[in-house]
Every structure is written in C-alpha cells, then in structure tokens.
C-alpha cells in the first residue's frame, strides 16, 4: 500500500490501484476561534513570517506550529502543497512522531496548530478544531472530488509482470468491485 503517488522509477517495476484519497488538514485548540486559513497565511506561520495569533486578528498569543516527521505522507502532503515539495519551515516549528500525538499536543497547547491526516467526515480529536483551507473543510468527498487540494492518493500496489497469482487477481477483482467499493466508502 502507498498513500502518495508512485515515482517513475517505481511504475517501472508495480501497478497501483487506486482505493481512496486521504487529506492533510490543520488543527488548533479548541479555544482558538480561527476557521480558515488561506494557503499564504499557512506558509507564514510555518515559515515564522508570523509568530503571534495577534497577527491574525486574534489575541495575543505565540503560535506554537508542530509537524509530522520527515517521511510521514502527512507531511509530504502538506510540503508539496503549501511548499510545492520545498519547505521553509521557521526556526520555532517542532516536529511531532505520530498523529495521535499532535492531537494531543495541540490539545494541551492554546497557541499551537499541527498538521493532521483526515481521511471522513469525523468530528474534530477532543480538544482541539479542524480549520478550513482556502474556504474548504476537508470532508470526506472534499479531498476526493479534488475540492480540498491538499490531499494524497490511496494505493494498492502490486509487482508488475505477467501473470497475476490467482490470490492477488482476485483480491484486486474484488477491490475493484461494489462490493469492494462499498466497503471501502466507509473509510
């Protein structure tokens, strides 16, 4: 599985199948009354052009940005759209292993904003609001029907040859299938 387009050199030797889109989206605690961002104002505040929420028309307030890990597909995801895959982060950006741990970290920080997979229409983590990017919430369709852009394919990836084991063939039968479909809509 690949949750980021494959390179030339990979589509050389396997096949991908795609099976959804996943979202990377911004979240900032709970009591931040933010909504949207626009992409330059994402840049600023990851680049430390802008350091202060105060900035933003809210309260005086450090902004305190957290991202993924070098090699997370969130991450990739956010470099290559609000960076164009040449990121410039600011002296003040801390990294963060893991999802789940930037949830909680921009939980328990009021001046923080970290970078996040959405893949549905799930309610924000506890403690914390998903903003809009651009005017765009990243919903379940919106990263699929291209409306949300910052977003990354889904693949099933298989070696390239010949002849297909029965096992894989049929499995990629049924992925490509309504059923297949079915099931994989709920994610």
């Keep these: 599985m690949a949750s980021r387009d494959l390179t030339t050199a990979e589509m050389e030797v396997v096949d991908g199948v795609l099976i959804g889109v996943a ?8 009591g931040n009354t933010l909504k949207d961002l626009t992409t330059a ?17 809210l309260p ?14 969130a991450r990739t995801t956010f470099e290559n ?12 950006v801390l990294e963060i ?6 949830r909680k970290a921009v939980a328990g920080q009021p001046g923080a904003i ?5 893949t549905g229409d799930d309610a924000a983590p506890a403690g914390t609001r998903i903003l809009t990017i651009d005017g765009i919430f990243p919903t379940k369709a919106a990263p699929r029907d291209g409306t949300y852009q910052m977003r990354r394919p889904l693949l099933i990836v298989y070696a390239r040859n010949k002849e297909q084991r029965p096992g894989v ?3 990629l039968d049924f992925v490509r299938s309504a059923d297949g479909q079915r099931i994989i809509d709920r994610f």
């Design 23 to 30: 979202g990377t989206g911004l979240v900032v605690h709970q």
């Design 81 to 92: 759209y609000v960076y164009r895959g040449k990121p410039t982060y600011g002296g003040g």
């Design 41 to 57: 104002q994402v840049e600023s505040l990851y680049s430390g052009k802008v350091s202060d929420w105060s900035a933003l028309g």
């Design 169 to 171: 063939a049929q499995f």
């Design 114 to 118: 970290g970078t996040v997979g959405v």
């Design 97 to 102: 292993q893991g999802g789940d741990q930037i």
């Design 60 to 73: 005086k307030l450090p902004v305190i940005p957290l991202v993924r890990e070098k090699g997370s597909s």
